[in-house]
């Protein structure tokens, strides 16, 4: 069993997860930023792994990979820099990418490295159902990776029927139709989905993203789930850091503790 | 061997549909109506009207018995820069736009990088009433200021692309952001026959009248629908697939591809995908890809920016390696060399894409009895500036 299973096995509320891209705001603030996540308070970390040509991101998301490509950002640096994490951070951590650069390492290759360096799950959000069913689904799990598929309010009944089912840690509840860090705020259909999921009762914990941004939109998701993901809001909190860990911890704070 | 797609949305081991949930149900309502929709006959009744009476169709098959006499073969050119709007584009638009308003899409969106595309999604979606966006590189606008304004004109609104490199691939992620935004009243009309299936199989079918219209128009001129060999240029390949459609099986028949060599395959500044690329994935499928050993896509090169793409479609990439079809190169120079060898031989000045095609003609060996169809994939209006910048006329 994985970290992501045995944080989710004792059947946790108020969970947060917080994404970042690799190799953002400067090539080696990779490991710092994931220590001051840690000490903040927040629950699971997922890495974000630098591409081209991010389309399911936007503007912030799509700029903070931008900035780490022209640092120097690259899978394989990416494992150089977290191949000792683990003796610092022992929360869950995720790797969040698209397929490309994953098949240009070599699928096994990155699932040993992944192993090596102490990765609990990935997130690969153009590695479709059925090619992970068929071609790696073995590999990653034989490494001890969860995979974890998105879910969106337009996705049927029965496909999320299909994704409980090949879940093995948690399903990413896409919180509107739309690229990450939109801010739609909660709307009442919104609102209407989350409910609709909890009424279908599956087996999987869920965590809802997509325009999560601030305490008030943490606290009002997590009545319909086992918690949530912030990534844009985190980065665009970077990006205007002068103190990145102090800043960090603050931010994390002001959403978690308890007032 | 088959050369088509299977029912998985593969093409050997090219194709599939690598894509976000987020656009899964909109590619997934396509691929479960798209061949019902294409093959009824309501729907080929009013897509070859459209054809006939609105683009102009057949395109003529012309023999040019200059170009004939200084290469030494029989040459035909199917003329798909006599269609409406100037190039064969406009095959696909028509039918995409059907298709949309079938499954009751109110709303398009398209990416361009030259602009032919955008130009021919405009028209269409002026023709049938249809709000239009178009996504378009901010480099690209500036290179192609009169497609920008022929679209327009046309009612279409040009949304530029300020992400990444500011070309066509930006455009095209652009345009799937778009998408994953607007999920569930807008249909996204892409350019060539890449994307995730069932976007290369759907563009190809379109694209294919080019090669059903070559058997009968060689039939009617030489006896045999099968010429010796044709030629196309490849982009993203629809122009292509389209020319070599009917003929994939006929294995006698060589089919050849001219890619953009740019300032020469190695010099770094280049289009020549199925040389430079590698196995990945990009805008949804699985194909060959021109990208860095981490897996970054890389900025294509080519002087005609419907051929700058770093991808190629996954069918063009089955049939690389399965080698029915050959793929060869054509610089900038030679591509320019041979437009304006076209225009004083024969009085056609062709798009710069398509003169890709005209250099395999003086690359490749025919007998003087050979029958060579290329695809004259469009006219050369759109490109002006940039012969009268090459001069050498
Ligand atoms: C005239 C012409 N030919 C060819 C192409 C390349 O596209 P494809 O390879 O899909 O035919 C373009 C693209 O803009 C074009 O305008």
Redesign the interface.
């Given at each position: 069993m994985n970290r992501l299973q045995t944080l989710f096995n004792s059947k946790p509320k108020n969970l947060l997860s917080v994404y970042f891209t690799a190799g953002f705001p400067e090539l080696n603030d990779t490991l710092p930023v994931m220590k001051a996540i840690q000490e903040g308070g927040a629950d699971i970390i997922e890495i974000g792994i630098p591409?081209?040509?991010?389309?399911?991101?936007?503007?912030t998301i799509?700029a903070s990979g931008?900035k780490a490509?022209t640092n120097g950002m690259?899978?394989?640096l990416l494992f150089n820099q977290i191949e000792s994490m683990r003796k610092k951070i022992d929360i869950p951590v995720l790797l969040m990418g698209?397929?490309?650069?994953?098949?240009?390492?070599g699928v096994e290759n990155f699932a040993m490295k992944c192993k090596e360096c102490g990765i609990d799950g990935l997130i690969l959000?153009?590695?479709?159902l059925?090619?992970f069913e068929t071609l790696y689904k073995e590999v990653f799990a034989s490494h001890g990776l969860s995979s974890v598929?998105?879910?969106?309010p337009?996705?049927?009944d029965e496909?999320i029927r299909q994704v409980d089912e090949a879940t093995d840690s948690f399903i990413y509840l896409?919180s509107s139709?739309?690229?990450t860090g939109?801010k739609s705020g909660l709307g009442s259909d919104q609102l209407e989905y989350f409910k609709k999921i909890e009424g279908m009762k599956l087996n999987s914990p869920t965590l809802i993203g997509f325009g999560i941004s601030n305490r008030e939109s943490f606290e009002a998701v997590c009545g319909y789930s086992n918690g949530a993901i912030i990534g844009s809001a985190f980065i665009d909190m970077m990006a205007a850091s002068n103190n990145l860990s102090e800043d960090i911890v603050r931010f994390i704070k002001r959403i978690k503790e308890p007032t | 061997m088959s050369y088509q797609v299977d029912e998985?949305g593969y093409y050997g081991e090219f194709g599939?549909?690598?894509?976000?949930?987020?656009l899964?149900?909109?590619v997934e309502e396509l691929r479960r109506n798209y061949l019902d929709i294409i093959n009824s006959d309501d729907f080929q009744a009013e897509f070859h009207h459209l054809l006939r009476d609105y683009v102009g169709r057949p395109s003529p098959l012309y023999f040019c018995e200059r170009l004939s006499e200084k290469y030494q073969a029989r040459i035909y050119l199917k003329r798909e820069d006599l269609n409406h709007t100037g190039a064969h584009k406009v095959n696909n638009t028509i039918g995409q736009i059907l298709l949309a308003r079938k499954l009751g899409k109110q709303k398009i969106i398209a990416e361009t990088g030259a602009g032919q595309h955008g130009v021919a999604t405009a028209t269409v979606c002026a023709l049938m009433g249809m709000e239009c966006k178009v996504f378009m590189g901010e480099v690209d606008i500036e290179r192609q200021k009169p497609n920008v304004e022929r679209m327009k004109i046309l009612g279409a609104e040009v949304i530029p692309a300020s992400?990444?490199s500011r070309t066509l691939?930006?455009a095209t992620?652009e345009a799937?952001?778009y998408w994953?935004?607007?999920?569930?009243d807008t249909h996204y009309i892409i350019g060539s026959v890449v994307g995730p299936h069932p976007y290369p199989d759907m563009v190809a079918r379109f694209q294919s009248v080019i090669s059903e219209e070559m058997k009968l128009q060689l039939k009617e001129k030489t006896g045999s629908p099968n010429p010796d060999a044709v030629l196309a240029c490849v982009g993203g390949g629809s122009n292509a697939i389209g020319s070599f459609y009917h003929y994939l099986d006929e294995l006698d028949v060589r089919l050849i591809a001219v890619e953009a060599g740019g300032m020469g395959v190695n010099s770094g500044k280049s289009a020549a995908t199925t040389q430079l690329g590698?196995?990945?994935?990009?805008?949804?499928s699985k194909t060959l890809?021109m990208?860095t050993?981490?897996?970054?896509?890389t900025e294509p090169y080519s002087i005609s920016a419907g051929l700058d793409y770093p991808g190629i479609g996954p069918q063009h990439a089955h049939l690389k390696s399965s080698g029915r079809v050959e793929y060869i190169d054509a610089t900038d120079e030679e591509a320019m060399t041979a437009g304006i060898e076209l225009s004083k031989l024969e009085g056609i000045i062709p798009a710069i894409e398509s003169a890709h095609a005209l250099v395999a003609l003086s690359k490749l060996k025919f007998a003087k009895e050979d029958v060579v169809v290329v695809n004259m994939s469009g006219r050369g209006d759109k490109d002006l500036e940039t012969y009268i910048k090459w001069g050498k006329y």
């Amino acid at each position: 069993m994985n970290r992501l299973q045995t944080l989710f096995n004792s059947k946790p509320k108020n969970l947060l997860s917080v994404y970042f891209t690799a190799g953002f705001p400067e090539l080696n603030d990779t490991l710092p930023v994931m220590k001051a996540i840690q000490e903040g308070g927040a629950d699971i970390i997922e890495i974000g792994i630098p591409f081209s040509d991010p389309i399911a991101d936007g503007p912030t998301i799509q700029a903070s990979g931008k900035k780490a490509l022209t640092n120097g950002m690259t899978l394989k640096l990416l494992f150089n820099q977290i191949e000792s994490m683990r003796k610092k951070i022992d929360i869950p951590v995720l790797l969040m990418g698209y397929l490309n650069p994953v098949i240009q390492f070599g699928v096994e290759n990155f699932a040993m490295k992944c192993k090596e360096c102490g990765i609990d799950g990935l997130i690969l959000p153009d590695m479709p159902l059925y090619e992970f069913e068929t071609l790696y689904k073995e590999v990653f799990a034989s490494h001890g990776l969860s995979s974890v598929f998105l879910v969106t309010p337009q996705t049927s009944d029965e496909r999320i029927r299909q994704v409980d089912e090949a879940t093995d840690s948690f399903i990413y509840l896409v919180s509107s139709s739309a690229t990450t860090g939109a801010k739609s705020g909660l709307g009442s259909d919104q609102l209407e989905y989350f409910k609709k999921i909890e009424g279908m009762k599956l087996n999987s914990p869920t965590l809802i993203g997509f325009g999560i941004s601030n305490r008030e939109s943490f606290e009002a998701v997590c009545g319909y789930s086992n918690g949530a993901i912030i990534g844009s809001a985190f980065i665009d909190m970077m990006a205007a850091s002068n103190n990145l860990s102090e800043d960090i911890v603050r931010f994390i704070k002001r959403i978690k503790e308890p007032t | 061997m088959s050369y088509q797609v299977d029912e998985r949305g593969y093409y050997g081991e090219f194709g599939g549909a690598f894509i976000p949930e987020m656009l899964y149900p909109n590619v997934e309502e396509l691929r479960r109506n798209y061949l019902d929709i294409i093959n009824s006959d309501d729907f080929q009744a009013e897509f070859h009207h459209l054809l006939r009476d609105y683009v102009g169709r057949p395109s003529p098959l012309y023999f040019c018995e200059r170009l004939s006499e200084k290469y030494q073969a029989r040459i035909y050119l199917k003329r798909e820069d006599l269609n409406h709007t100037g190039a064969h584009k406009v095959n696909n638009t028509i039918g995409q736009i059907l298709l949309a308003r079938k499954l009751g899409k109110q709303k398009i969106i398209a990416e361009t990088g030259a602009g032919q595309h955008g130009v021919a999604t405009a028209t269409v979606c002026a023709l049938m009433g249809m709000e239009c966006k178009v996504f378009m590189g901010e480099v690209d606008i500036e290179r192609q200021k009169p497609n920008v304004e022929r679209m327009k004109i046309l009612g279409a609104e040009v949304i530029p692309a300020s992400s990444g490199s500011r070309t066509l691939k930006d455009a095209t992620n652009e345009a799937m952001r778009y998408w994953i935004n607007h999920p569930t009243d807008t249909h996204y009309i892409i350019g060539s026959v890449v994307g995730p299936h069932p976007y290369p199989d759907m563009v190809a079918r379109f694209q294919s009248v080019i090669s059903e219209e070559m058997k009968l128009q060689l039939k009617e001129k030489t006896g045999s629908p099968n010429p010796d060999a044709v030629l196309a240029c490849v982009g993203g390949g629809s122009n292509a697939i389209g020319s070599f459609y009917h003929y994939l099986d006929e294995l006698d028949v060589r089919l050849i591809a001219v890619e953009a060599g740019g300032m020469g395959v190695n010099s770094g500044k280049s289009a020549a995908t199925t040389q430079l690329g590698g196995m990945g994935i990009l805008h949804g499928s699985k194909t060959l890809l021109m990208q860095t050993e981490d897996g970054q896509v890389t900025e294509p090169y080519s002087i005609s920016a419907g051929l700058d793409y770093p991808g190629i479609g996954p069918q063009h990439a089955h049939l690389k390696s399965s080698g029915r079809v050959e793929y060869i190169d054509a610089t900038d120079e030679e591509a320019m060399t041979a437009g304006i060898e076209l225009s004083k031989l024969e009085g056609i000045i062709p798009a710069i894409e398509s003169a890709h095609a005209l250099v395999a003609l003086s690359k490749l060996k025919f007998a003087k009895e050979d029958v060579v169809v290329v695809n004259m994939s469009g006219r050369g209006d759109k490109d002006l500036e940039t012969y009268i910048k090459w001069g050498k006329y």
